[in-house]
């Protein structure tokens, strides 16, 4: 058992990294919420694999819970399932000393860090992420968030979890496309702030990708590490957590430009990190050969590196509308050497289609 501790200012908390068992989540419980009260929120995939062992944990320990469950998927992070949501929340009864406990991946702990941040305003909130996405990035940071038929995540707050629990046994379910989309999100580790972990993923990447409980253990602990380190210095974006969006810039656009179909969030950021280090290559900041390392390795994990069929102005519209943006100028989290990246906004706008269109 892995156990990392993140000290935020709002709410210092811990990640607890663990081998198929549930048992530590009631000790871990006991030291970080205010009654025996409990809010499940999953959806329909979820449910049936995990949420019999924790009900009948939650129960042999006389702690009073509802499960809600939800459709999969990001249409359920609307202000309509909210609504549904918070009404169930009141019919469940829960009060300000109740927790919310989020069972599932990305769109789950969302949703559900949504309504804990809401609810009566604000009540316990326990993340126990079953994606590899959400238990290296989303389910640490307190990014909590609905969206808008407009906009992705524009409705929502910072809202620190009081425990985060996983379970990297829950992987084995995943289905081995959203496995490969969070390679993305960790590879992206190595590239903005430890070079020795990419090189360690590299060498491990076999292992990883047939989902060794050892290896994955290192580095999930080592990505929630690096992640946990970068939003203790800056929690609300401010300064440096913006580092944290390489290969987002593109990565987003991307999505928004084929419509949020053609490629889950892991995919983008593959291509968003490609053809921003090519950009990054082109403005001499980086070599070739970091391009062609970062290639290899996204290949490696049947990630997708070359962008095909989407026209380069249709890209550039969409990152216009980024809400990183800073005063009218597009931001990039540009590479600039091993392990090290730095925020760019002035970037030509021809360079930019040549680049895209390569
Ligand atoms: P993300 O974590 O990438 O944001 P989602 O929350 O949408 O993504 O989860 C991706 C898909 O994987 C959803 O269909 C969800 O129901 C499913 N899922 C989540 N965790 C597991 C798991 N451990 N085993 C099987 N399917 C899972
Ligand atoms: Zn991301």
Redesign the pocket.
Known sequence: MEKIYVNTGSRPYYIYIIENNWEPLITALSSCVKSKKFFVIC????YP??YPTLDKLLTKHEYEHNVVVIP???SSKSLECANYLYTEALNAHLDRQSTIIAL???????ISGFIAATYMRGIGFIQI??????QID?SIGGKVAVNHPAAKNIIGSFYQPNLVYINVN??????KR?FV??MAELIKYGYIWDIEFLNWIEKNIDSILSLNTNTLIHAIRRACEIKSHIVERDEKEEGLRVILNFGHTIGHAIEAATNYKTY???EAIALGMVYEAKLANRLSLIEQTYVYRLIQLLEKCSLPTKLSGIDSSLLIDKMSLDKKNRGGNIIFILPTGAGAVDLYTDIDNTLLHEVLST
């Open positions: 959806d329909e995939n979820v694999l995990y999969p998927g990001e599932g991946g990305g769109v789950v702990g969302d992420p079953t994606t590899l996405l959400a989303s829950t992987l084995n379910t995943l289905p959203e989309g969070g889950i969030h892991g």
